[in-house]
């Protein structure tokens, strides 16, 4: 499986982050100008939550809070699972299923590097199923 930083070298490392005092109504907005599903939440330019579409439904709509009123930080999911960029693919799978996540920040040496949702992931495990199936046919036409 490839690592983490071959995934990021062909998507971008772009992170869409939010300050934690900024309100969730801001937070939305961003995740609806960009068409994304999360953002990470830092203070001091460095990682300290996540604020997704789940954390958005669970504890702010059903909750029927005023998203003007709110902000980021009282709402976010602070436990904070990070991976590195030589975590592999499989690894992130494992992770994501594991803790019922769609998105994995990227951090080396404390700072925010990438992020990985599972979409990346998905389109990884089919370029490689595709390249594997590429590889034996030649292989198999070879023997011809």
């Known amino acids: 499986m490839n690592p983490v930083s071959k995934v990021l070298r062909k998507k971008g490392s772009i992170v869409h982050t939010i300050n934690k005092d900024a309100?969730?109504?801001?937070?939305?907005?961003?995740?609806?100008?960009?068409?994304?599903g999360s953002l990470v939440v830092v203070e001091n330019e460095k990682p300290?939550?996540?604020?997704?579409?789940?954390?958005?439904?669970?504890?702010?709509?059903?909750?029927?809070?005023?998203?003007?009123?709110?902000?980021?930080?009282?709402?976010?999911?602070?436990?904070?699972?990070?991976?590195?960029?030589?975590?592999?693919?499989?690894?992130?799978?494992?992770?994501?299923?594991?803790?019922?996540?769609?998105?994995?920040?990227?951090?080396?040496?404390g700072n925010l590097?990438?992020?990985?949702?599972?979409?990346?992931?998905v389109k990884d495990v089919i370029e490689e199923l595709e390249f594997t199936i590429e590889q034996m046919e030649k292989y198999i036409h070879g023997l011809r």
């Open 48 to 109: 300290v939550g996540i604020f997704t579409e789940r954390d958005n439904a669970l504890r702010v709509s059903m909750l029927d809070i005023n998203c003007n009123n709110i902000s980021i930080k009282d709402v976010m999911t602070r436990d904070l699972i990070t991976i590195t960029p030589g975590h592999t693919v499989n690894q992130c799978m494992n992770i994501m299923t594991d803790n019922h996540i769609r998105h994995l920040p990227v951090v080396e040496d």
């Open 23 to 36: 309100t969730v109504l801001d937070a939305l907005r961003k995740m609806g100008e960009n068409n994304i």
């Open 113 to 121: 590097v990438g992020m990985i949702s599972i979409g990346d992931i």
